[in-house]
């Protein structure tokens, strides 16, 4: 018999500083925190799949390069261009600045640990 794998279910970024980074993507970004009990992490509902930041494990050297390079990580928000105007407005860098792709208006920016992550207006 033949299995299927599906996913990703989860996602998550190893991060320096769990608290700074859940406040970074609840206050800013808008994703929901959950009830989830982990002193390691802060799990937050992303739709169809659930997304955390999370102390490194022990074996991961956060200084060692650059982080997520070649990985992309998208969020939906179908106000891609509020969000822009907020994350600009609180310094955040961003990597790509806004333009009509074929998942709508998407822009990247990068966040407190320098990930490089893509919002996007189109359908989630």
């Known amino acids: 018999m033949t299995t299927t794998t599906a996913g990703p279910t989860f996602v998550s970024f190893q991060v320096r500083n769990t608290e700074v980074s ?10 929901n925190r959950l009830p989830i009990p982990n002193p ?9 799949v659930s997304f955390a930041v999370r102390d490194p494990f022990p074996s991961v050297d956060l200084d060692a390069g650059p982080l997520g390079t070649g990985i992309g990580v998208w969020f939906h928000n179908p106000d891609a261009a509020g969000l822009h ?13 806004p333009f009509e792709g074929p998942f709508g208006l998407q822009f990247a920016f990068r966040d ?3 990930y490089t992550v893509t919002i996007h207006s189109g359908a989630g």
């Open 22 to 31: 859940a406040r970074f993507y609840e206050d800013l970004i808008g994703l």
């Open 40 to 48: 390691a992490a802060v799990v937050f509902s992303g739709g169809g």
């Open 85 to 97: 105007a907020r994350l600009t407005q609180a310094g955040v860098p961003i990597a790509q600045e």
């Open 112 to 114: 407190p640990d320098g």
